[in-house]
């Protein structure tokens, strides 16, 4: 199983405000790449369709999340960040031993978050307690996807004809 390689990327863009004036900002995006580099031809290829004028990655930084519980729910427009302490029992010292990990969670709002996280969780045999959970400013989050050579040159696979 491959483990994913989270980058948050920075990228500063023009905005066209309601009032229709142009503004400058800057927002951050999660990609999974192999390293910085194709991080950022990643966000640059990921976010140029929507994007009038220029566009410049400000800033890229991995990031360590061991896992991603999406939602297929319209509203769930908001990334959270979910810190999970996973509990081992070892059994030479006869003590519980905590371990940090970072999960995150697509939702629509907080108790949506914990939803999502508790079902994301069920099936597990882990034993957690969940630590923390703060909602992100990520705007997207875009993973590795396979892409074959009949989609690279742009041509339908017969089972999708």
Aim: hydrophobic letters at 35%; one cysteine or more.
């Amino acid at each position: 199983m491959l483990m994913n390689n989270w980058f948050e990327c920075k990228v500063k863009t023009e905005k066209t405000l309601e009032d229709g004036t142009q503004k400058k900002v800057t927002e951050p995006y999660l990609v999974d790449a192999l390293n910085f580099t194709e991080a950022e031809a990643r966000i640059i290829k990921e976010i140029t369709p929507y994007c009038n004028g220029e566009l410049e990655v400000a800033n890229i930084r991995r990031v360590n999340y061991s896992e991603m519980f999406t939602n297929d729910a319209d509203s769930a427009d908001k990334w959270y960040k979910v810190k999970a302490m996973f509990i081992t029992y070892d059994e030479k010292s006869q003590k519980e031993k905590k371990s940090a990990s970072f999960i995150l969670v697509q939702a629509s709002d907080f108790q949506n978050a914990v939803d999502t996280f508790v079902n994301g969780m069920r099936g597990s045999m882990a034993d957690y307690e969940i630590h923390t959970i703060q909602e992100t400013n990520i705007l997207d989050v875009f993973p590795f996807e396979v892409v074959s050579k009949e989609q690279k040159n742009g041509e339908i696979p017969e089972e999708a004809e």
